[in-house]
């Protein structure tokens, strides 16, 4: 599965996202990943890392000297010892040609116009050669206090959508939809630089759908812990402040429970990542004041949200959800969608390929042996496009027929080889 998420800001997107990832094991795709991943690398390698030798004081410096003094003193015997040829000018009938004072005048020699040289770039310590190149030039931007530019976004993405991990279990795209300095929308840079092409075309779009107000009021009662910057809103702070039910034995009496608190449990309560979340310790964000935030709903309606028709227009009514988020809590989203994404429970909604056991011994035997009787509601498996002939081997550009000991079936269709 492919997903693309669509919303306002301050719609839901990555809460949704997480969830959505989590029950479907799809990798979550956001450049705050891997940005996060990368800059613990590096803490991690920083904090393991082993000193360097020094070189010894006034080594290779004195022998550079050493060396540069030797260089000059030959230089200077050689312009000594012998003149430079000094060619002059002569006349038509070859004479040498006088100046006022009666000197020869030599003929002009002509400039030398240098070609100018590329920059060259700084090489890398030794200590960063495990960066690959993209790594390497984000860490340097960010460390110069700089943000990384659109081009390295966007390569982040394509690099995160290609991994083999994205590959194989399939993703979930949460991108931030907000005005940046080169006015570039999302929509177009992810047709432009073929990241969701080819194999990665996606599979479904889900538009978390809300009007104007309701996100505007979201943006409002969010909040962040200063300690640590994490963002709360308002229904996950009423959660997270849920005490847990309580509960008594046959006599009625309420029964303690004894738990034991975790190890750094101090340290991720002064953090604010655990325990009571009050209002009047948080403190609200910049970006979510009335007339930023007003801006950034008009850019996603006016400049983000039509490009992707082009997208949309390719999918059917099942892969293009659609969801009015207003009232609805994240659980009560997560269930809505995945009921809507699988509209026919005998079809798995993300199908895997199972190895056919038992070793049946005909080819018939493989469209039911292993089902019990708690399959009977489900679809009956029947031959795919390539019957009993090896696919693998069609690719390979030989037509040879299968066996039934080596037997998959996915998506209800049975393959051999």
């Given at each position: 599965?492919k997903?693309?998420?669509?919303?306002?800001p301050?719609?839901g997107?990555?809460?949704?996202a997480?969830?959505?990832?989590?029950?479907?094991?799809?990798?979550?795709?956001?450049?705050?990943?891997?940005?996060?991943?990368?800059?613990?690398?590096?803490?991690?390698?920083?904090?393991?890392?082993?000193?360097?030798e020094?070189?010894?004081?006034?080594?290779?410096?004195?022998?550079?000297?050493e060396?540069?003094?030797?260089?000059?003193?030959?230089?200077?015997?050689e312009?000594?010892?012998?003149?430079a040829?000094?060619e002059?000018?002569?006349?038509?009938?070859?004479?040498?040609?006088?100046?006022?004072?009666?000197?020869?005048?030599?003929?002009?020699?002509?400039e030398?116009?240098?070609?100018?040289?590329?920059?060259?770039?700084?090489?890398?310590?030794?200590?960063?050669?495990?960066?690959?190149?993209?790594?390497y030039?984000?860490?340097?931007?960010?460390?110069?206090?700089?943000?990384?530019?659109l081009?390295q976004?966007?390569?982040?993405?394509k690099?995160?959508?290609?991994?083999?991990?994205?590959?194989?279990?399939?993703?979930?795209?949460?991108?931030?939809y907000?005005?940046?300095?080169?006015?570039?929308?999302?929509?177009?840079?992810?047709?432009?630089?073929?990241?969701?092409?080819?194999?990665?075309?996606?599979?479904?779009?889900i538009?978390?759908?809300?009007?104007?107000?309701?996100?505007r009021?979201?943006?409002?009662?969010l909040?962040?812990?200063?300690?640590?910057?994490?963002?709360?809103?308002?229904?996950?702070?009423?959660?997270?402040?849920?005490?847990?039910?309580?509960?008594?034995?046959d006599?009625?009496?309420?029964?303690?429970?004894?738990?034991?608190?975790?190890?750094?449990?101090?340290?991720?309560?002064?953090?604010?990542l655990k325990?009571?979340?009050?209002?009047?310790?948080?403190?609200?964000r910049?970006?979510?004041?009335?007339?930023?935030?007003?801006?950034?709903i008009?850019?996603?309606?006016?400049?983000?949200?039509?490009?992707?028709?082009?997208?949309?227009?390719?999918?059917?009514?099942?892969?293009?959800?659609?969801?009015?988020?207003?009232?609805?809590?994240?659980?009560?989203?997560?269930?809505?969608?995945?009921?809507?994404m699988?509209?026919?429970d005998?079809e798995?909604?993300?199908?895997?390929?199972?190895?056919?056991?038992?070793?049946?011994?005909?080819?018939?035997?493989?469209?039911?042996?292993?089902?019990?009787?708690?399959?009977?509601?489900?679809?009956?498996?029947?031959?795919?496009?390539?019957?009993?002939?090896?696919?693998?081997?069609?690719?390979?550009?030989?037509?040879?027929?299968?066996?039934?000991?080596?037997?998959a079936?996915?998506?209800?269709?049975?393959?051999?080889?």
């Amino acid at each position: 599965m492919k997903i693309l998420l669509l919303g306002k800001p301050r719609a839901g997107k990555t809460t949704m996202a997480m969830s959505l990832a989590e029950k479907l094991d799809l990798v979550r795709i956001s450049p705050e990943i891997w940005l996060e991943d990368l800059f613990k690398r590096i803490k991690e390698r920083e904090e393991n890392e082993e000193p360097e030798e020094e070189a010894p004081e006034g080594g290779e410096e004195e022998k550079q000297e050493e060396g540069g003094e030797g260089e000059g003193g030959e230089g200077e015997g050689e312009g000594e010892g012998e003149e430079a040829e000094v060619e002059y000018q002569k006349d038509e009938n070859g004479e040498f040609v006088l100046d006022e004072e009666g000197n020869k005048i030599p003929v002009p020699k002509p400039e030398k116009i240098e070609e100018p040289k590329e920059p060259e770039e700084p090489k890398r310590a030794k200590k960063d050669e495990w960066l690959t190149d993209l790594e390497y030039e984000v860490r340097n931007t960010m460390r110069d206090g700089k943000a990384i530019d659109l081009d390295q976004i966007d390569e982040i993405v394509k690099l995160m959508v290609n991994s083999h991990e994205a590959q194989t279990k399939g993703f979930i795209i949460d991108l931030t939809y907000a005005r940046n300095g080169q006015d570039k929308q999302w929509g177009t840079r992810l047709i432009d630089k073929d990241i969701l092409s080819g194999s990665n075309e996606l599979t479904h779009i889900i538009e978390l759908y809300c009007e104007d107000d309701e996100v505007r009021k979201r943006a409002k009662d969010l909040l962040i812990t200063p300690q640590h910057g994490a963002v709360y809103s308002k229904w996950q702070r009423v959660e997270r402040n849920k005490k847990p039910p309580k509960q008594f034995d046959d006599e009625g009496n309420e029964i303690e429970e004894e738990v034991e608190p975790e190890e750094n449990e101090e340290e991720l309560i002064a953090l604010g990542l655990k325990g009571d979340l009050i209002d009047s310790e948080l403190v609200s964000r910049g970006c979510d004041s009335k007339d930023i935030f007003d801006k950034e709903i008009e850019y996603y309606n006016m400049r983000e949200r039509n490009i992707f028709d082009e997208f949309i227009v390719k999918l059917y009514d099942t892969t293009f959800i659609k969801l009015d988020v207003a009232g609805m809590t994240p659980d009560e989203l997560s269930e809505t969608l995945m009921a809507r994404m699988k509209p026919n429970d005998s079809e798995p909604l993300r199908p895997v390929a199972h190895i056919i056991e038992d070793g049946a011994g005909s080819f018939k035997e493989l469209l039911t042996t292993g089902l019990g009787e708690e399959d009977q509601f489900f679809l009956p498996r029947q031959w795919s496009l390539w019957k009993t002939t090896d696919p693998v081997a069609l690719k390979n550009g030989q037509v040879e027929q299968g066996v039934p000991e080596f037997a998959a079936h996915f998506g209800n269709n049975v393959f051999v080889f």
